[in-house]
């Protein structure tokens, strides 16, 4: 089974920007979509974005288009977010998982996915 570690996360002001690290145990993370959610306070873990394993592939949550970036460096098993131009509503625990069930390479639906991390915590200050 995979295991992921996020990092990255901290406080910063609005309009700043921050990386995000996952990191993979499992040797066959180049067989993995992948895939960034997040939790704020109160809220249901949402789906942030997914990138397919080959990392030729990627889709994005409306309210992050434009302002995040995933990537992913399989000879690291490393998948990362960039997320630039931040405002107070990404304030959230934000975590990344495999995708480990359904067909094809796609979904931004929770329950596709496993092996989740421990998240990491991103405030931004307004």
């Known amino acids: 089974q995979v295991q992921l570690v996020e990092s990255g996360g901290g406080v910063v002001q609005a309009g700043g920007s921050l990386r995000l690290s996952c990191a993979a145990s499992?040797?066959?993370?180049?067989?993995?979509?992948m895939g960034w959610f997040r939790q704020a306070p109160g809220k249901e873990r949402e789906f942030v974005a997914v990138?397919?394993?080959?990392?030729?592939?990627?889709y994005y949550a409306d309210s992050v288009k434009g302002r995040f970036t995933i990537s992913r460096h399989n000879a690291k098993n490393t998948v990362y977010l960039q997320m630039n131009s931040l405002k107070p509503e990404d304030t959230a625990v934000y975590y990344c998982?495999?995708?480990?069930?359904?067909?094809?390479?796609?979904?931004?639906?929770?329950?596709?996915?496993?092996?989740w991390g421990q998240g990491t915590q991103v405030t931004v200050s307004s």
């Open positions: 499992e040797f066959t993370f180049n067989s993995y979509t």
């Open positions: 998982a495999a995708k480990v069930r359904g067909t094809g390479w796609f979904s931004v639906n929770l329950a596709d996915f496993g092996s």
């Open positions: 990138q397919s394993s080959s990392g030729g592939t990627t």
